[in-house]
């Protein structure tokens, strides 16, 4: 199966908004809520930052927020924080017990 | 605190095998599957299969069918991936991660194993 498909890159400066689009199709992002996003720092593991499309884990700063609409899930961090540059993966049940993860966005702080 | 922690850094020659491991800790290991993702250098996650703690059920990805086998050692609370036929493209960061029964998602994640094959 193809990555779902995220936006290569995105950048936004200290306290704006950005979001990142993660599109799929209806026999994953569209038919399960089941959508998760992950940030990597370099040389890092990833990190659960949203999980059952809109969910956020305890600790994960309330500055990150998720939705989705038909095939195209969306991550928004609002108040950009330097510690936020990072890259991010969205991944969604593929069915039959499979995942399927994004191609990954790198977010640039300017 | 919950903890998966993985084996080291491996170099293996084209056509090889390895097998790395997932030590887990801090809850009960059999209540919670554990997924296998890997990441070459400078490219996107990638989804590998897993493994009911439990029941020791596997799902694979048709990508690795036939080439990976996940196991687990519930004695050692400890999780295996073994990847055959090892060719370069397989050169990458190997991840295990903690997931619930019935979610998809993963938390914590191990520290990472580096897998390099060169000849």
């Known amino acids: 199966q193809s990555a779902l498909t995220q936006p290569r890159s995105v950048s936004g400066s200290p306290g704006q908004s950005v979001t990142i689009s993660c599109t799929g199709t209806?026999?994953?992002?569209?038919?399960?809520?089941?959508v998760s996003w992950y940030q990597q720092h370099p040389g890092k593991a990833p990190k659960l930052m949203i999980y059952?499309?809109?969910k956020r884990p305890s600790g994960v700063p309330d500055r990150f927020s998720a939705s989705k609409s038909g095939n195209t899930a969306s991550l928004t961090i609002s108040g950009l924080q330097t510690e936020d540059e990072a890259d991010y993966y969205c991944?969604?049940?593929?069915?039959?017990?499979?995942?399927?993860f994004g191609g990954g966005t790198k977010l640039t702080v300017l | 605190q919950v903890q998966l922690v993985q084996s080291g850094a491996e170099v293996k020659k084209p056509g090889a095998s390895v097998k790395v491991s997932c030590k887990a800790s801090?809850?009960?290991?059999?209540?919670?599957?554990i997924q296998w993702v890997r990441q070459a250098p400078g490219q996107r996650l990638e989804w590998m299969g897993w493994?009911?703690?439990?029941?020791?059920?596997?799902v694979s990805s048709q990508k690795f069918q036939g080439r990976v086998t996940i196991t687990r050692d519930t004695s050692a609370n400890t999780a295996y991936m073994e990847l055959s036929s090892l060719r370069s493209e397989d050169t990458a960061v190997y991840y295990c991660?903690?997931?619930?029964?019935?979610?998809?998602?993963?938390?914590?994640w191990g520290q990472g194993t580096l897998v390099t094959v060169s000849s």
């Open positions: 801090g809850y009960t290991f059999t209540s919670y599957n």
């Open positions: 059952d499309v809109t």
């Open positions: 209806s026999s994953n992002v569209g038919g399960y809520n089941f």
């Open positions: 493994i009911n703690a439990g029941s020791g059920n596997t």
């Open positions: 991944c969604s049940y593929a069915g039959s017990f499979t995942v399927l």
């Open positions: 991660a903690r997931e619930v029964v019935g979610a998809v998602w993963f938390d914590p």
